[in-house]
């Protein structure tokens, strides 16, 4: 949206477009604590669970950009009305069809769909420009407790009814979101360069976007289970692995809305900066050894960097909100799709205490240049 347009609109809820994305994103959330432990149910090979659980990301990779140019003609409730229609059949298919084909066609849905979320959320939120933050924040507190909720329910459905049932459940209560997402008010349409669509350039903030997508969302997320895996052993393996990632949301309940009020009150540049110090602090803790606490803090700040880096892409942004958005979420995105590649690889072939501390290290200079020096 443009600022004339923002200031002469009122500013949307966000209620709706949080309970859209929330709902959305169930089938997806779910899908990483079942798929690896069931995927003969789904007919695909273990090996196969990678490429399955990176595909959406690498769709996005490259439907960002161009979702963010269909939504500048579209506007952002079209663009939230087809996605919650492609979420719904996305996360059905998972537990419709044992067959591989498919399973990637439903990724692939999955991805396109996700990132029209993405952008139409983050559309909403910045329609309010002054309270960007909180409204941000208050949208990820709601996706969390949603998929934690989600995460434990499911995994209670997958111990008593199976593992691809519940799949055909979640497909059915994701059509809530397709409710609200047509009861949402339209937003005006962003003006469109009459130029043709190419992938962004990366600036500073993409890089260090790329950065923390490889080693927080890919190497982190990934290796995760295997530094924690003897940690909870009196519970069913799908209900621990749920219970762990459900954590992970609810931490960033608490840290959202509490991100974007301090991100609004101090800058969010400023917060940015010691939000990446306590990040880099939690990869340096595994690396000396001390899992949980440098686990913790890393899901802590990830949580906070949900809320504070929109803010920075709106104040930074070298085009329109949508399309300034759509360059960090495809970089991210990047790094978040090669490192779930790497990752295997790389924790069984490099010790763990140099494999983090490198990424610690990666991490702390890229935040330094990216997030430090203007």
Excluded at 31 to 56: C, I, K, R, T
Excluded at 154 to 162: H, K, N, R, S, T
Excluded at 181 to 196: D, N, Q, S
Aim: with cysteine.
């Amino acid at each position: 949206m443009t600022a004339a347009a923002a200031r002469g609109a009122a500013p949307v809820g966000m209620a709706l477009p949080g309970l859209v994305i929330a709902v959305c994103m169930i089938g997806d959330t779910l899908l990483y604590a079942v798929l690896p432990l069931y995927h003969e149910q789904f007919g695909v090979s273990l090996a196969m669970v990678g490429v399955l659980l990176s595909l959406n990301r690498w769709i996005r990779l490259l439907a960002n950009s161009a979702v963010a140019h269909l939504g500048e003609r579209l506007g952002p409730h079209a663009l939230m009305i087809a996605a919650a229609l492609g979420s719904a059949v996305s996360t059905t298919i998972y537990g419709l069809v044992d067959d591989p084909t498919a399973q990637i066609l439903a990724r692939i849905l999955w991805g396109i769909s996700y990132a029209s979320l993405n952008l139409s959320t983050l559309a909403y939120a910045v329609s309010d420009r002054a309270n960007a933050g909180k409204r941000v924040g208050a949208s990820r507190a709601a996706i969390g407790l949603v998929q934690a909720m989600s995460l434990v329910g499911g995994a209670w459905i997958v111990l008593e009814l199976g593992a691809r049932s519940v799949f055909l459940i979640y497909g059915g209560l994701t059509l809530i979101a397709l409710v609200a997402a047509i009861a949402l008010p339209r937003l005006p349409r962003e003006p469109v360069a009459k130029k043709g669509f190419k992938l962004p350039v990366p600036h500073r903030l993409e890089v260090w976007g790329f950065v923390l997508g490889f080693a927080g969302d890919g190497v982190f997320l990934l290796t995760l289970a295997f530094l924690m895996k003897d940690s909870i052993t009196s519970v069913a393996p799908v209900m621990a692995t749920a219970m762990l990632l459900a954590l992970r949301w609810l931490v960033e309940v608490t840290t959202g809305p509490l991100g974007g009020w301090i991100g609004d009150r101090f800058g969010a540049r400023r917060i940015a900066i010691a939000n990446a110090a306590l990040l880099v602090c939690g990869f340096i803790l595994i690396a000396a050894g001390h899992e949980l606490l440098g686990a913790l803090l890393i899901v802590m700040t990830r949580g906070m960097f949900n809320t504070l880096i929109p803010v920075l892409v709106i104040e930074r942004g070298h085009g329109t909100v949508l399309s300034s958005q759509a360059s960090y979420s495809t970089w991210r995105d990047f790094g978040a799709a090669v490192g779930p590649l790497t990752a295997p690889w790389l924790f069984l072939t490099v010790p763990q205490a140099p494999l983090y501390a490198a990424l610690a290290l990666a991490l702390g200079l890229s935040g330094y240049f990216c997030l430090v020096r203007r």
